[in-house]
């Protein structure tokens, strides 16, 4: 009698809601399956390679992030020059794919540049250079293709200088292009500047190559 009352008591036991989740907590306490965690890194793969590339900048990102630099460049030459009143330019390195800022004008005690937090430590106390292929990119670096001056057409100069009040010693505006890709993906990009107001501008990205000057001239 004693032994049909405990099989009786297991069996409800059995039955109880506290039962039936102590038994699928044991069920899950063994884990994934091995096919299970196949599918799992598989997808995650899947993912990966969705999301990798859209983290990666373009030809076109690199080439406005270089824009920007040149164009925050130019006005802190310019802006030195209207503080310090004096003559400051920046001169362009094609084959070097960088440029040079350094003081122009009379007073050889502004020779030497203010401290900067963009400045090279390789730099001499006079110069404070930038180097288009130490800036950081993914892929290829943005160049420096041309700089002109528009007269009204396109004369090749290599350099931008400031007056005392801002405005480039060049009476024409003075373009900087700079270019990223290769072959049938290479796009362009240029910045401005005004000669009036020694400001800056950065225009649309384009497809074709910026027009080449009728001869070249080293200044100007």
């Not at 900048?57 to 920007?68: M, R, V």
């Not at 007073?107 to 900067?116: I, R």
């Not at 100069?157 to 990223?180: A, K, M, Q, Y």
Request: aromatic share 6%; with cysteine.
């Amino acid at each position: 009698m004693s032994q049909t009352v405990d099989k009786r008591r297991e069996i409800i036991a059995r039955q109880s809601p506290q039962a039936a989740v102590r038994r699928r907590c044991s069920r899950d306490r063994h884990g994934f399956t091995l096919i299970e965690l196949l599918i799992v890194v598989a997808m995650i793969g899947i993912f990966a390679g969705a999301l990798i590339p859209q983290l990666e900048p373009g030809n076109a990102e690199q080439l406005e992030g270089a824009a920007q630099i040149l164009s925050a460049d130019l006005a802190y030459a310019r802006n030195l020059s209207v503080s310090h009143g004096s003559n400051y330019e920046l001169t362009f390195f094609l084959d070097a794919n960088r440029y040079v800022l350094q003081h122009s004008g009379t007073n050889s005690f502004l020779d030497t540049l203010p401290p900067s937090a963009f400045k090279s430590p390789n730099d001499p106390a006079t110069e404070q250079s930038t180097d288009l292929d130490d800036l950081p990119h993914i892929g290829q670096a943005a160049s420096i293709v041309a700089v002109h001056k528009l007269t009204p057409g396109p004369v090749n100069v290599s350099d931008v200088e400031f007056g005392e009040l801002g405005e480039t010693t060049r009476s024409e505006p003075t373009v900087i292009w700079l270019s990223c890709g290769a072959g049938a993906n290479t796009i362009y990009l240029s910045v401005t500047v005004d000669p009036v107001t020694g400001l800056s501008s950065i225009g649309d990205i384009q497809s074709d190559a910026p027009s080449s000057p009728p001869s070249t001239t080293a200044g100007g």
